[in-house]
């Protein structure tokens, strides 16, 4: 039977980091608590936000 175990790579890694330097920032930031929690959620989709204003640089 074939090992199940999944492989994951640097990028991971990079986005874990991201993920928590996110947070911290927004975290550290935030003066209510929705302001947070909106960080919370700003955090878990920052490279949409990476993306988009990188092709919007790149369309200039």
Sequence with gaps: M?????QHG???AV???GLIG???YYLS???TFWIGAL???KAIVWPAFL????LKMLNA
């Design 29 to 31: 930031n935030a003066t």
């Design 51 to 54: 993306v988009y204003e990188a």
């Design 2 to 6: 074939k090992n199940e175990v999944q």
């Design 15 to 17: 986005y874990a980091f």
């Design 39 to 41: 960080g919370v959620l």
């Design 22 to 24: 996110a947070l911290i």
């Design 10 to 12: 640097p990028h991971s």
